[in-house]
């Protein structure tokens, strides 16, 4: 997926981006990702599920609350105007499983995929394997051969990482929304002065 990123630059910069057609590649998209959500929920395993119901479904209740809360409410506060439910849903599915998940519970809200929610969480995977690749790598040495207090300020030094990783992509997005803005508020102050001056 990352791969593609340099395509897309060579793409725009050869000028060629005449030849792709966003509405068929949302189509061929689609249908893409219908096969690949009946081959997941298919390969799903229920006997290992009814093996072990019990500590599954504590697991699950606890998890669904605080993904509920990863998701929905930190999606609404960081992006308020930018489409936050389809990225929550598409997050949800993603989180409680896997990308093809979110995927399925995208379609299901934008079947046309007219948001943007699935760019961006596209871009955002991408990014979020090159930063936890080194991060899950010193996790697991951490558990493996540290103490538990060494785990333990391991784990919490990755928490504080993702708070400050969160607060700096709020605060880039908030100037991205400014620099949208900033046009329209300079075109309003110059027909202001216009009308003023006549």
């Known amino acids: 997926m990352a791969g593609m ?9 050869l000028g060629l981006g005449w030849i792709i057609d966003t509405k068929v590649k949302a189509r061929i998209i689609g249908s893409m990702s219908d096969f690949a959500i009946t081959a997941a929920i298919a390969s799903i395993p229920v006997k290992t599920l009814s093996d072990y119901a019990g500590p599954l479904l504590v697991m699950v209740i606890a998890g669904l609350a605080f993904t509920f809360v990863s998701t ?3 999606f609404k506060w960081l992006f308020p105007s930018r489409h936050p439910f389809e990225h929550s849903i598409m ?13 399925m519970l995208l379609k299901i809200c934008d ?6 929610a699935l760019n961006d969480v596209s871009l955002g995977m991408s990014l979020f394997n090159l930063i936890s690749l080194p991060l899950t790598l010193i996790i697991y040495y951490a558990l493996k051969n540290g103490t538990r207090m060494q785990i333990f300020f391991t784990v919490t030094a990755v928490l504080i990482f993702s708070v400050i990783l969160l607060f700096l992509f709020r605060s880039l997005y ?4 400014k620099m949208k803005d900033a046009p329209e508020e300079q075109t309003e102050i110059v027909c202001k002065n216009a009308s003023a001056a006549v």
């Open 5 to 13: 990123y340099p395509v897309d630059w060579a793409i725009s910069k």
């Open 72 to 74: 929905f409410v930190i």
């Open 91 to 103: 997050m949800w599915g993603l989180e409680t499983g896997v990308l093809i998940n979110g995927m």
């Open 111 to 116: 079947p046309e995929y007219e948001t943007t």
């Open 174 to 177: 908030k100037r991205s929304e």
